[in-house]
């Protein structure tokens, strides 16, 4: 079975610009969340998407957006992008959303803005 | 705040030896405890986890052990090996959503 892949690997972007960030889970998971990795702050959670809604998100501010399609498949745009969004962005699929499922990642696109 | 606390930040510990990482965390509504390792260039991949109503759970050289009451839980690598060398991350989330709160990292490196 294929894992989550994520594209693209890596972005370079500069600062006021818009950027999105695709992901496709493991067949048959329904549930996907988004991560952001930073040495500084670890990994935050930035949202939750089950059955194309949204379920949870994190404390980050509306510049962040995501949103899922019937295939499951996910995106996030980040829009009026500042330096310190700069970090390896995470999609995580799982089978259900009860949070008690394991998290399976992807190897995440490194989004760095200059 | 930082719902999970992990130590050490960093880990060497030679061949053959244990890798024992701890976290805590405040938030009594956890439910449901997982590590994760994560290599350079990649995202973490889940090694073991663990739920509330069990203290111990071991799978191969990893093992888990869970104090409830203390609110602390445990990686043990036994028997460590060059290839462990990597990121390892505790994380909890409660059973109302995939919104996972994870440790900051411990880096581990064995040493040959």
């Known amino acids: 079975k294929a894992g989550v892949t994520q594209t693209p690997r890596y972005l370079i972007k500069t600062r006021g610009q818009q950027v999105t960030l695709s992901c496709s889970p493991i067949s048959g998971h329904r549930s996907v969340s988004w991560y952001q990795q930073t040495p500084g702050q670890g990994l935050q959670f930035l949202f939750e998407?089950?059955?194309?809604?949204?379920?949870n998100k994190g404390n980050f501010p509306g510049r962040f957006s995501g949103r899922q399609f019937s295939n499951s498949r996910s995106e996030m745009n980040v829009s009026t992008l500042e330096l310190g969004d700069s970090a390896l962005y995470l999609c995580?699929?799982?089978?259900?959303?009860?949070?008690?499922?394991?998290?399976?990642f992807g190897n995440g696109t490194r989004l760095t803005v200059t | 705040q930082q719902q999970v606390k992990q130590s050490p930040q960093s880990l060497i510990v030679q061949k053959g030896g244990i890798s024992i990482i701890n976290c805590a965390y405040e938030?009594?509504?956890?439910?449901?405890f997982p590590w994760y390792q994560q290599f350079p260039g990649k995202g973490p991949a889940l090694l073991i986890a663990i739920r509330p109503d069990v203290s111990e759970k071991k799978e191969g050289r990893f093992t888990i052990s869970f104090n409830k009451s203390a609110k602390q839980f445990s990686l043990h690598i036994m028997d460590s090996q060059p290839g462990d060398s990597a990121t390892y991350f505790c994380a909890a989330s409660k059973n109302t959503g995939n919104q996972f709160y994870f440790g900051t990292g411990t880096s581990l490196t064995v040493i040959p």
């Open positions: 938030n009594t509504a956890f439910d449901y």
């Open positions: 995580a699929s799982s089978l259900d959303p009860g949070g008690i499922s394991p998290l399976h």
């Open positions: 998407y089950f059955s194309e809604t949204q379920r």
